[in-house]
């Protein structure tokens, strides 16, 4: 899991002098960004404070000092709510055991009054499918037992198979694009359940038996997954493009109800094939 410090440097390191508004005087830097106490003084706090925030050493800071950094750091809206998130969380939060996950009843009614012609698929925090209509799973995982759902310990993990499984990653035609979201996802979820056991072993495990997820892990990526294209190569209906959705659970905030649809006549005509 990451910490504040370490999003606090990765963000610093981005953003040069000149993007700050800062005149340099040529010569050497030994940072590639801003240093902490350029940094410090933009934000109008201490440099000492700063380090000891960015060191993990200063306790809570308030949200006028987190918004003044996330302002000098550029971050977007969903980095400034990932900042805020790592620094609510304890200095060494301990990892617990969660419940497994359920998709709450009106979201599985949704997905029922969506029928079987438009692909669907309900995602837990971590990315586990919790449900899926006929469609959805012929789409994107037609080699997976159907039911695999309903039981916990059988639930297809989508970060898994786009990373794991071939046939995800020969699927998606733009997979390198996807493969990032779902790691900056991923991450941006971290930052909301710190303590979550299961999605901190995901990530683990992911680091090692990805070199490309450890790559796409390092460069400190965060967004929400909200809207998108997918390019896909399918198996059985040939090439399809479709546009997703999210859709956001008032009574499961950290679950999601995925909607795909057709990009062009060609794709709909291959999902009419499922």
């Not at 898994?160 to 979201?181: K, V, Y």
Request: charged residues 25%; contains cysteine.
């Amino acid at each position: 899991m990451e910490g504040l410090g370490t999003f606090l440097k990765s963000r610093r390191d981005k953003v040069t002098p000149e993007q700050a508004g800062l005149r340099t005087f040529g010569g050497a830097r030994r940072v590639p960004g801003l240093r902490r106490e350029e940094l410090a003084q933009l934000a109008g706090v201490s440099a000492g404070y700063y380090t000891r925030l960015e060191q993990g050493q200063a306790g809570t800071a308030s949200t006028q000092v987190l918004d003044a950094l996330a302002r000098v750091l550029r971050l977007d809206r969903v980095e400034t709510a990932h900042l805020h998130n790592l620094a609510q969380q304890p200095a060494a939060p301990g990892l617990s055991e969660p419940p497994p996950e359920e998709p709450h009843p009106r979201v599985l009614s949704l997905l029922g009054a969506l029928g079987e012609t438009t692909p669907a698929i309900v995602l837990g925090r971590r990315g586990d499918v919790l449900a899926w209509n006929r469609t959805g799973h012929a789409l994107f995982a037609e080699h997976v037992p159907f039911d695999a759902p309903w039981e916990p310990g059988r639930r297809p993990s989508i970060p898994r198979m786009f990373f794991l499984d071939p046939h995800s990653r020969d699927l998606h035609h733009n997979w390198e694009e996807l493969a990032r979201i779902h790691v900056a996802y991923l991450r941006l979820t971290a930052g909301r359940f710190p303590t979550d056991a299961r999605l901190a072993a995901l990530i683990g495990e992911l680091t090692m038996r990805s070199d490309e997820f450890a790559r796409m892990w390092a460069i400190g990526e965060v967004s929400d997954c909200t809207v998108g294209t997918m390019h896909l190569r399918h198996p059985t209906v040939g090439a399809a493009s479709v546009d997703y959705q999210v859709w956001l659970q008032p009574d499961s905030p950290d679950h999601r109800l995925e909607i795909y649809t057709p990009r062009d006549p060609s794709s709909a005509d291959a999902l009419r094939m499922l």
